[in-house]
């Protein structure tokens, strides 16, 4: 192995693939290009430093020192998780590991249908699927108190290039999820979610208001503006009946 292949794979152990061994694997024209990208990608580089799974931390980092989302005690459900930087930030923002002895403790439970290796202060139930009703039982077990305070979906079917399809198929998923939120989101609740842009996009963020009192589209730095990658971000859910705490 020879070139940006040698450095990419020495460099990235956390990358999107979800292996070296894949992105070591990829060596079409589309995927040269994609790697140049990657290795001048400044998230890439930050995530490498900061010690962050992948780049996508940035993401919530941002989202979250503008929205405040996260503080220390909340139980977060982070759908989607692998390889787990969003789980990462978490862990940091709720406490979930203890590090600040004068705050509250929280709570991260991470699920994906791929393996995630450990992490302290998370609990990961993968390989699971969100859209089998058996994985809901398990969360609703793991979750302390039954409830999550912040449902987060990174989540992203495997992509076909047929942007319509890719649409729905994530679209479908966001709504498995908002079915299953009276369920586990405690009212008052937040859910941060990813979608790709297309023409279900404006009919999904009315039902959100249906649920939540403010729903906002957002884009942080770290999404490519090349990519029809957008979060919805919906806050103080109504229907949760109550914080499932105690
Ligand atoms: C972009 S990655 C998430 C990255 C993650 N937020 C992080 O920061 O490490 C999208 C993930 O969604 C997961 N996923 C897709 N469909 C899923 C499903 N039905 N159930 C659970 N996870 C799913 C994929 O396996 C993949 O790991």
Not at 101 to 114: E, F, K, Q, R, Y
Request: hydrophobic share 40%; aromatic share 8%; with cysteine.
């Amino acid at each position: 192995m020879t070139g940006p292949w040698k450095l990419a794979c020495a460099l990235l152990p956390w990358r999107g693939l979800h292996g070296s061994g894949q992105l070591c694997r990829a060596r079409s024209g589309a995927d040269h290009q994609w790697l140049a990208r990657h290795l001048r990608d400044p998230f890439v580089k930050a995530a490498k430093a900061e010690c962050y799974r992948c780049r996508s931390a940035f993401k919530l980092l941002a989202l979250d020192d503008k929205y405040q989302l996260l503080r220390p005690g909340l139980r977060v459900l982070d759908c989607g998780a692998a390889p787990g930087a969003w789980s990462q930030v978490a862990v940091q923002r709720v406490n979930a590991a203890g590090a600040d002895s004068g705050a509250a403790i929280g709570s991260v439970l991470g699920v994906d249908l791929l393996h995630i290796s450990p992490l302290k202060g998370a609990t990961f139930l993968c390989p699971a699927d969100v859209t089998d009703p058996s994985t809901f039982q398990r969360i609703r077990e793991l979750l302390p108190g039954g409830r999550a305070d912040v449902l987060l979906s990174d989540m992203a079917p495997n992509a076909t290039g047929i942007r319509q399809l890719d649409h729905d198929k994530l679209i479908s998923l966001c709504l498995t999820l908002l079915a299953q939120a009276p369920t586990i989101l405690c009212c008052g609740g937040t859910f941060l979610f990813k979608t790709w842009a297309g023409s279900q996009s404006q009919w999904l963020q009315k039902q959100l208001a249906e649920d939540f009192r403010s729903v906002r589209v957002v884009k942080p730095a770290a999404s490519r503006k090349d990519s029809a990658e957008l979060y919805f971000l919906a806050t103080q859910y109504r229907r949760g009946k109550d914080s499932g705490k105690g």
